[in-house]
Nanobody, 122 residues
Framework: QLQLVDSGGGLVQPGGSLKLACAASGFNLDDYHIGWFRRVPGKEREDIACIDKTGGRTIYKDAVKCRFTVSRDNAEHTVYLQMTSLRREGSAVYYC???????????????WGQGTQVTVTS
């Protein structure tokens, strides 16, 4: 069974931090570029950040730039999204996705995680 598993979500206060992780089951994550996305009810999916296979290139959406950091540890076969200075509007289900092209639209990705809920609230 081929799947991505994203994890690390939870409750956090405004201004707080969470670190999400993305790992693969049944394939080698090191062979794929990774994108991070989020979605809230009633809104379109939003791309957050991208990282290439080696971790040498990253791109961030302006809304999260300087607050979120995507990284990967290929020795651990894991990709991370470190989120700091979280805002209420950051509450969403966050997804990682793996694909063969770097930082493209969501339809181009081959594998998707099931999502992990992040809730920013007082």
């Amino acid at each position: 069974q081929l799947q991505l598993v994203d994890s690390g979500g939870g409750l956090v206060q405004p201004g707080g931090s969470l670190k999400l992780a993305c790992a693969a089951s049944g394939f080698n994550l090191d062979d794929y570029h990774i994108g991070w996305f989020r979605r809230v009810p009633g809104k379109e999916r939003e791309d957050i950040a991208c990282i290439d296979k080696t971790g040498g290139r990253t791109i961030y959406k302006d809304a999260v730039k300087c607050r979120f950091t995507v990284s990967r540890d290929n020795a651990e076969h894991t990709v991370y999204l470190q989120m700091t200075s979280l805002r209420r509007e950051g509450s969403a289900v966050y997804y990682c996705a793996a694909g063969h092209e770097f930082c493209v639209a969501g339809n181009w990705y081959a594998y998707w995680g099931q999502g992990t809920q992040v809730t920013v609230t007082s």
